[in-house]
């Protein structure tokens, strides 16, 4: 195997925290030479994120939600997405959170990318997807606990102030980089392939 002489073993794992969205676990490791470590590693579902796009006579628009985040103690504003329920598809998951957090429902969707959203601490992945042919249908479902304002923004806005507030969400910017990589491939302007 290539760059075996960079794998840890884990020895033993022991769950030290539970709550509804996620569960902490000590793991007890041996590197490659041999040392023993404990860390701590964050178990949670899998997410979905959806980049919803609607072409407009004025160019195309992301369909975005703004919630409350309480990390961050501020407003974000978002591709919507969610947690990948226990025995549901990754893209089931995607067409359900689109529809409950936005009111539309997609013609087409496409997975564009996958990666882990912080290897270091957490064990989950997050699936990524393109949400075209959108029809509003009429009304969000969210859950209780879900505060959340459908908002329409201009795909030039979004490139322009990802990043900063209130674009404060770190995946959002992996999804909009996953996206221009899609349609790039999609343009001609990257080879299939790539």
């Not at 760059?3 to 793991?27: D, G």
Request: with cysteine; aromatic share 8%; hydrophobic share 40%.
């Amino acid at each position: 195997m290539e760059h075996e002489n960079l794998l840890w073993k884990e020895e033993r794992s022991k769950a030290v925290f539970k709550c509804r969205i996620f569960s902490v676990r000590e793991s007890a490791c041996v590197s490659p030479d041999n040392k023993h470590g404990m860390y701590m590693v964050l178990d949670a579902a899998d997410w979905a994120i959806v980049v919803p796009v609607i072409d407009t006579p004025h160019g195309k628009k992301f369909v975005m939600v703004r919630q409350w985040r309480h990390g961050a103690r501020e407003l974000s504003l978002e591709f919507p997405g969610g947690v990948i329920e226990k025995g549901e598809e990754p893209t089931g998951a995607a067409v359900r959170e689109l529809r409950e957090e936005t009111a539309y429902a997609a013609g087409k969707i496409t997975k564009i990318g996958e990666c882990s959203p912080n290897p270091a601490i957490m064990s989950n992945r997050v699936h990524f997807f393109l949400a075209e042919n959108l029809q509003n249908m009429g009304k969000q479902n969210l859950d209780e606990d879900e505060y959340v304002e459908t908002e329409l923004i201009s795909a030039a806005e979004v490139f322009r102030s990802m990043g900063q507030p209130p674009y404060i969400h770190a995946l959002m910017g992996t999804a909009l980089s996953l996206y221009l990589q899609k349609t790039a491939k999609d343009s001609g302007l990257l080879p299939a392939n790539l």
